[in-house]
């Protein structure tokens, strides 16, 4: 990202124009279109920047579950299928921002809890895949009725920089202890060579050359990735190294994989896995909001209105329900990867997004290319977490222009959420899981028997191990009991640049005209 000026706009948003300060750094914006070869490979380069979370989950999940070998590459498949159909549902008629959808880790901590429950490794894992099944399409269809009746949208007129800076700087640090970046044996030579490269072509090159300013990420990946499989074809790197690569992987694929609904069996539903994944649903849509706030900002549109917070909402928890039915033991969310993505390579346009949703939906029935990407190495997915991950927090603090920070209000709770974000979530981790959470909390003098119940205590480890639900709903409730005036907590500049109701427009309003007729030309 060059270092220019922000300048003065006049913005189109799905029907309206609003004014604010578009970033001139984005090449493409969301309504631009590249040519067509040239946002395949855009599209995949949003794409590799979520590929750790899109494998991770579903292998996770596999090895708790003691799925055999040929149908975890299965799941790994229906996570990108999923991930495709759930984002071109939300690009064309969600909230049509271009974000990608896929995986979430907040559904993953309810899912282990499950697993555990069970006893997986006991009754197997195809009994478990079908409650994990269950208990998703059950929390997801609660998620779509938030979401299409209103409910979501009406917290917007409560949400000010104050809690939406907080929310998306923990987004971008909430993977700063993930193994990937953090783990004893990193290779560090392999990951800060990944880094260097995107830095070299997003910074220093991208003046010199259009494709270091559209690719970075790509190129730096594909150089890295190269220098890996050649290191470990000639032995310098071995298969106890972290950063081999492993090619014979990709030749024992099968061609082609099956990937149908219900292809693990019907779905069952117990009532207290329901509640206890509708938790992770929760912290999710917290997340959820505060990245739509992030890719508007950093692509240069005005903030969301309370109409179309309510369709990004609603859509994902469709594509939550058709990621149980399709089973993957896990939902769909919006992801943060790509809104960094956005800020690297100025590339904000919506259909550069859905052309490489259409890809992954391909590919995932290919099951050499779901191979292949499951040989990035470690260190590789860790410098693009690094990357990406440092923008969007970032963006989260560009919010802050709008408060008064000489306030000590405003100073306090944000300094307050950040911290907290991070340190219940650690302690969460530190605790280990909601049924050692439960012990200890069933165990507490007074509050126990409250505590005590495995439900109340499920949703509670939950949402306190989600550091943007943590952080978010400190800021929420103390931004809004704590006295102070809409100028000073920035209200009054956020609602100008925010976007009418009747500036965004559906997909079907947009097909269908605003006056009834049929439109000139279908977005």
């Given amino acids: 990202m060059t270092n220019e000026d922000t300048a003065k706009t006049e913005l189109q948003t799905d029907g ?46 596999a090895g708790a579950m003691g799925m055999p070998a040929a149908e975890t590459a299965k799941l790994v498949g229906t996570f990108f299928v999923v991930s495709g159909i759930a984002t071109l549902l939300q690009t064309t008629a969600g909230n049509r921002y271009p974000i990608v959808q896929g995986g979430t880790f907040a559904l993953l901590a309810p899912a282990l809890a499950i697993i555990g429950a069970l006893g997986a490794q006991e009754v197997g894992w195809q009994v478990t895949i079908l409650e994990l099944q269950g208990a998703i399409i059950a929390s997801t269809l609660v998620q779509v009725f938030l979401g299409y009746s209103g409910l979501v949208g009406k917290v917007k007129k409560y949400l000010s920089p104050v809690v939406i800076a907080p929310v998306i700087v923990l987004i971008g640090l909430s993977l700063i202890g993930v193994q990937d970046v953090t783990r004893p044996d990193q290779n560090w030579w392999l990951l800060g060579f990944t880094l260097l490269l995107i830095v070299l072509f997003s910074q220093y090159l991208d003046q010199y050359s259009r494709y270091a300013k559209l690719f970075p990420v790509l190129l730096g990946v594909a150089i890295a990735w190269i220098t890996a499989a050649v290191l470990s074809v000639t032995g310098i790197y071995t298969s106890d190294t972290l950063g081999y690569v ?41 997340e959820s909001i505060g990245d739509y706030f ?15 917070i309510n369709h990004g909402i609603g859509m994902e928890g469709v594509g939550g329900v058709i990621a149980g039915i399709m089973g993957t033991g896990n939902g769909t969310t919006s992801y943060g990867e790509n809104i960094g993505a956005i800020g690297i390579t100025g590339v904000a346009s919506r259909y550069v997004v859905q052309i490489g949703a259409i890809v992954m939906l391909i590919v995932g029935f290919i099951g050499p290319f779901g191979a292949l990407i499951t040989t990035i190495p470690t260190p590789i997915v860790g410098a693009l977490y690094i990357s990406m991950f440092g923008q969007i927090a970032a ?25 907290l974000g991070l340190a219940v979530p650690e302690y969460m981790a530190n605790v280990g899981s909601a049924a050692d959470f439960q012990a200890i909390t069933s165990g507490a003098a007074v ?9 109340v205590s499920d949703t509670i480890f939950v949402i306190g191990s989600t550091t943007m639900a943590v952080g978010g709903l400190v800021a929420f409730i103390l931004d809004n009991t704590v006295s102070g005036t809409r100028e000073g907590r920035g209200l009054t500049d956020w609602e100008e640049l925010s976007e009418d109701e009747t500036e965004f427009v559906t997909l079907f309003e947009s097909m269908r005209g605003s006056d009834g007729a049929s439109p000139e030309k279908a977005d």
Wanted: glycine share 12%; charged share 15%; no cysteine.
């Fill in 16 to 61: 309206g124009t609003s004014v604010r300060e578009e970033a001139s750094f984005v090449e493409y914006g969301i309504e631009d279109k590249p040519p067509i070869g040239t946002s395949i490979f855009l599209g995949i380069q949003h794409y590799l920047t979520m590929i750790g979370a899109t494998v991770a989950i579903p292998l996770i999940l």
């Fill in 395 to 419: 963006v989260g603090l560009s919010n802050l222009k709008y408060v008064d920070l000489d306030q000590s209000r405003n100073v306090f709770i944000i300094g307050l959420s950040l911290f």
């Fill in 294 to 308: 992030a890719v508007a900002r950093i692509a240069g549109v005005a903030a969301p209105s309370e109409k179309r």
């Fill in 447 to 455: 509050i126990g028997p409250v505590l005590g119940q495995k439900i």
């Fill in 246 to 286: 492993d090619l014979g992987a990709i030749g024992d694929a099968s061609l082609i994989q099956v990937i149908t609904p219900l292809q693990w069996g019907m779905p069952e539903f117990t009532l207290a896995f329901i509640i206890g994944m509708f938790a992770g649903v929760l912290a999710s849509m917290i």
